[in-house]
């Protein structure tokens, strides 16, 4: 398997050498130059195997470049039960008949997004050992990348990690949970700005060549294709557990910010699982949301980016959506070149012809909208009639999901985050506190590791060096 760029840089590329990379040189996102298919002979063999060796038998269709042992100890050492809490890994719920809740936040930090960093940590250590090189792991985050890299990459030999996110705008309990954790090669810098304030200078430290090459600078963003792999499972793990026979159809549910977690979906799409359609919800952000009724991606303004009760689906542009619309463009490297090369950068967004809006049904997306009060209803009503509670990110995708579905269509909704990450919201929502596993007590009176900066690449770049020369 080689990887090409969607902005047209064919050279391939093994999975190892774009595994500790974030952007291809050109500017544009790795993709795999073809998606292997999956058939239903391959659906049934599947279908019994514990999460770590289906983990396994996905990543080895897409990497070559890894000993199929190695991987598979790999695979088998980050999907445990001690991980992840449960045997499935990722567990349904039943909600009502044909709808259910994917649990894919029960790792270390209570995100999805440990559902691909733990796999990343590992690979990391693997392949920098490998190599006997050192990293330095450049990120920005509205709150659970962050805390799920760094509790991935925590003590790991060769790794630093520096973390970019926007000064007070996280939750109390996920600025405690990342800058109390007192591992050295830990480091958290707060910007003084929003979210794409700190997206925007990891790009800017990304695209200097040379300092990226002298310093080893690595992403863990979402837009890391390991990543995106890592999450390609899932679907297949929460589909299999949705149907008996290996060709029913499943529609996912999917609460959506850098279009990372949908983007897996789509892949998985790809690659012939039986998925319906993949209903992708936004927040208040709904940059996605106006891109599938209408054709029209339209990147906001810092001024017009709302600060919401799901924060972690607070994007103005979507990192990975690059990915999907060169698929949607047959894989026009050029044409995807001109709409987020100058069309992002001279315009602030795009409009896509009428044809090629119309083929995203094809591709199965349909999307949706949910607003605070959505978000506090849903929240309320999913605890009374069923006596669960979620979290504001999951309930977005659920009203979504609700609304969007049609009469006998079978919806997993994949649940993002647990609700003690944003327990202000379901106070608001339900009178009480939600519950807290008991390994987080008190983290929020730990003492912190955090430095503040103003939104300045050069500043971030000279911290960075700084460490490196220790
Ligand atoms: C990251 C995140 C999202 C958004 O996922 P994307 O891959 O960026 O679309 C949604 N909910 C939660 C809780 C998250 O942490």
Known sequence: MRYVSTRGDATPRRFCEILLEGLAPDGGLYLPERYPQVD??????????????????????????????DLRALCERTYTRERFGTDAIVPLRPLEPGLWIEALSNGPTLAFKDMAMQLLGGLFEYELGRRGERLNILGATSGDTGSAAEYAMRGKAGVQVFMLSPHGRMSPFQ?????SLPDANIHNIAIEGVFDDCQDIVKAVSSDLDFKRRYRIGSVNSINWARLLAQVVYYFAGWFQATSANDERVSFAVPSGNFGNVCAGHIARMMGLPIGRLLLATNENDVLDEFFRTGRYRVRAAAETHETS????????????????????????TRTRELFGTGLSREGGFVLDAAAHARCRGFGFV???????????TIRDTWQRFGTMIDPHTADGLKVARERRLVDERVVVLETALPVKFS???VEALGQEPPRPAA???????????????????????LIAAHDRR
């Not at 391959?42 to 890894?66: G, H, K, N, Q, V």
């Not at 600025?175 to 800058?179: D, E, F, I, L, N």
């Not at 999307?367 to 209803?377: E, I, N, Q, V, Y």
């Open 367 to 377: 999307s949706g909208r949910s607003t605070h009060a959505d978000r506090l209803a």
């Open 424 to 426: 202000s919201t379901l």
């Open 310 to 333: 799901s924060p972690s689906m607070d994007i103005s542009k979507a990192s990975n959506f690059e990915r999907f619309v060169f698929d949607l463009l047959g894989r026009d490297g």
């Open 175 to 179: 600025q405690a949970q990342m800058y």
């Open 440 to 462: 987080l007590a008190g983290i929020e009176s730990l003492p912190r590791r955090c430095e503040v900066l103003p939104p300045d690449v050069a500043r971030v770049k000279a």
């Open 40 to 69: 239903v002979g391959t659906l049934a063999r599947w279908r019994r195997l514990p999460y770590a060796e289906l983990a396994s038998e996905i990543l080895s269709l897409f990497i070559d470049d890894i000993p199929a042992a």
